[in-house]
């Protein structure tokens, strides 16, 4: 009687914290987990950030099997939590189903479009931030030879690595561009190791710059090229810190700005899609303490002039995804 | 060496190790600075309370009563199939193949042909290493493990190269004819007046699976086959001796184990998912090894061990969700009952036996 009793207690606690928190705003992470140095971790900045900002709190939820994907949509939306924003492309057709049974409820989902009327797509410009770190990278290489090392094989980062070719090119035609991709499954993005081991091979080929557009992966990437005394540019957050000196840049994915500007709007968060580019703070390269010495004048006049012409609209950068095919590769 | 009666070792022996399992677990959660019981009733609430809760524990144990009785037919034949994830994910693959294949009329016809497209792929897939365990003596325990590393390498393959939707990021397939949708409890309970959630993924599987451990009960104690399989698992020699042929026996109890494990996919591919996903048996013919031990390879036991698992799947998502325990914490716990139920088994049966030895000197 007394466990039944505490039960129903229990039950009743849950459905009152459950409505006192509505409007409380949900963040998910992917299966990659919170703390990968890039991707999610970068979201989970942004809504840090928004909470530290306004004192206000958050729910958060990391994933462990995919059906949970809907599952946790569901629940958080049934609890009241509004917006709901979700870091990844997988969570799109869950998404798709689930959106118009909670037409009330906002949901901001990053890099991927889901076309109902209470979803905020956001994607970037990966190919305009890729551009400029492949400039810089062609500029501080000295043999004329750089890398690239994708996660997992899929559009999205080809998109990345189209960009980063692009720009190399721009700036000497004769460039090689070595590319890899670490896998074809969601193992490619944490899989330090393998990373490591494409870095040596790129070098031994004769890269002495190389980009890791490979989530965790990238770890290894940057430990490998600090170790053989090459430089490495990370992505989406900024890894400059992560080897002092040897990193050359990052192309910062800002992800946390998408989750900090959902976050703040709140439920009136507006709908539709985001381009999130250079022109409004969405893609943009890193420079900090700790890379400044490695960056000349001349790449900081040459970046900032590509930046201005993209966003004027006088380079266009090729957009891998935007017919599958990249005119450089 | 009868030296316990039957009751103690099919339920008290159990029950003390889940005991110790949830108190070790309850030392965890104090030890993160979190309520044990808050976080217990979180877990009950969240898979009974509610007919969404039940829905979600109901679809894991229909997926872990299929592989429960995968590893546990192979049992009584003295094999240890740890196979079950691979067979699971190539019974994926048998059923996405049938569901794709043409537009099915009614799910009445796609359902019976896609058990056999998942039942026919999970017993090919065991059939190679039954095969190399009957014929060279290459021992299943290796075998089985190593196919399940290259079900994933060909899955990956497939499903990036070949038959993954066009245009589409994820590496997944088109999602199935609506003719291949297999209803929810909510459909079918609908017409007897029973209000149950409609967006949870228990579907008809579920009588399936419990079908299926009425065939296995009849199959292992009622017929002829039944009969060589467990005399040959008692012991080898004798059941050569007796005329029973090894070979044959290893390679259809491996069948059987196979297409069991394949046809955990009628429940995760085509009733929940209704496409094929990259990695869609997420550890489930893993913990239908724990399934089996724990349910001692009988179907009533495999059936509540299946639900205890299916508690602790879905009770740990509710627990993620409401309690912000971190997932990693979540997996020692279900760790923690699986290191007791199955591994640690013998800790708690030898002092139970002495306990009963005492009380009824022999």
């Known amino acids: 009687m007394s466990l039944m009793k505490s039960l129903l207690g229990a039950a009743a606690s849950l459905a009152l914290s459950a409505g006192a928190s509505f409007a409380e705003p949900a963040l998910i992470f992917d299966l990659g987990g919170k703390f990968d140095k890039s991707f999610n971790e970068a979201a989970f900045g942004g809504a840090t950030r928004w909470a530290e900002e306004t004192g206000g709190s958050f729910r958060e939820v990391e994933l462990q099997s995919e059906a949970q994907r809907e599952q946790a949509l569901r629940r958080f939306a049934e609890a009241g939590l509004n917006p709901i924003v979700m870091a990844g492309f997988s969570f799109g057709s869950s998404l798709e189903t689930v959106a118009p049974d909670f037409p009330d409820t906002k949901f901001v989902i990053i890099d991927m479009v889901v076309d109902q009327p209470n979803v905020r797509s956001v994607v970037f410009n990966e190919h305009e931030g890729s551009y400029l770190v492949g400039m810089m990278a062609a500029k501080a290489s000295e043999t004329g030879t750089v890398g690239f090392i994708g996660g997992m094989d899929i559009p999205l980062i080809r998109k990345f690595a189209c960009g980063y070719v692009q720009g190399v090119k721009a700036v000497n035609p004769d460039a090689e561009v070595i590319q890899n991709m670490t896998g074809t499954t969601p193992a490619a993005w944490n899989d330090p190791v393998k990373g490591g081991e494409l870095t040596k091979a790129q070098i031994s080929q004769g890269a002495d710059v190389v980009y890791a557009a490979a989530g965790g992966t990238g770890v290894g990437v940057l430990q490998t090229a600090a170790d053989e005394g090459i430089l490495s540019i990370g992505v989406d957050s900024n890894q400059n810190y992560l080897h002092p000196g040897q990193v050359l840049t990052s192309m910062m994915k800002r992800v946390d700005n998408a989750v900090y500007e959902a976050f703040s709007a709140g439920v009136d968060v507006e709908t539709g899609f985001n381009v999130m580019g250079l022109a409004n703070d969405g893609v943009s390269v890193a420079i900090d303490e700790f890379n400044e010495p490695l960056i000349t004048d001349e790449m900081t006049a040459a970046v900032e002039e590509a930046t201005a012409k993209i966003v004027a609209g006088e380079i266009t950068v090729h957009d891998y995804m935007s017919d599958d095919s990249c005119p450089v590769m | ?362």
């Open chain 2, 1 to 362: 060496m009868d030296r316990m009666p039957k009751w103690a070792d099919v339920l008290l022996i159990p029950l003390i190790n889940l005991l110790i399992a949830f108190a070790l677990s309850g030392l965890v959660i104090l030890a993160i600075g979190k309520d044990p019981v808050v976080a217990l009733q979180t877990m009950v609430q969240g898979s009974f309370g509610s007919t969404n809760g039940i829905g979600y524990t109901l679809y894991y144990t229909t997926n872990f009563i299929f592989t429960g009785l995968a590893v546990a037919i192979a049992f009584h034949a003295r094999l240890f199939n740890i196979g079950g994830e691979g067979q699971a994910a190539l019974g994926g693959l048998g059923v996405a193949l049938v569901c794709l294949s043409i537009q099915w009329p009614h799910w009445l016809i796609a359902l019976p042909a896609a058990m056999v497209g998942g039942a026919v792929f999970g017993a090919a897939w065991a059939f190679i290493p039954a095969y190399l365990q009957a014929k060279r003596g290459s021992h299943i325990v290796i075998t089985t493990i190593m196919f399940n590393f290259i079900a994933a390498a060909l899955m990956g393959y497939l499903l990036v190269e070949v038959i993954k939707a066009p245009g589409s990021m994820a590496s997944e397939t088109s999602p199935f004819p609506p003719g291949a949708s297999l209803p929810t409890f909510h459909e079918m309970l609908a017409p007897l007046g029973i209000e149950f959630n409609r967006n949870t993924p228990a579907n008809v599987s579920f009588l399936v699976a419990l079908a299926c451990l009425v065939f296995f009960w009849a199959l292992v104690w009622r017929t002829r086959l039944g009969y060589e399989i467990r005399a040959f698992g008692q012991s080898e020699s004798a059941a050569i001796y007796a005329g029973i042929n090894p070979v044959k026996i290893t390679v259809i109890a491996m069948l059987i184990s196979g297409a069991f494990a394949g046809l955990m996919a009628i429940n995760n591919v085509m009733g929940e998912a209704e496409r094929l996903i990259l990695n869609s048996v997420e550890g489930a013919g893993f913990i239908g090894i724990a399934v089996a031990l724990m349910g001692r390879s009988h179907p009533v036991g495999i059936l509540l061990a299946a639900l205890l698992f299916g508690f602790l799947y879905q009770g740990g998502a509710e627990l993620s969700l409401w309690e912000n325990i971190p997932r990693e914490l979540v997996i020692v716990i279900q760790a923690l009952v699986i290191l007791l139920t199955g591994a640690l088994d013998g800790m708690v049966r030898g002092p139970v036996e002495k306990l009963f030895a005492k009380r009824k000197p022999a």
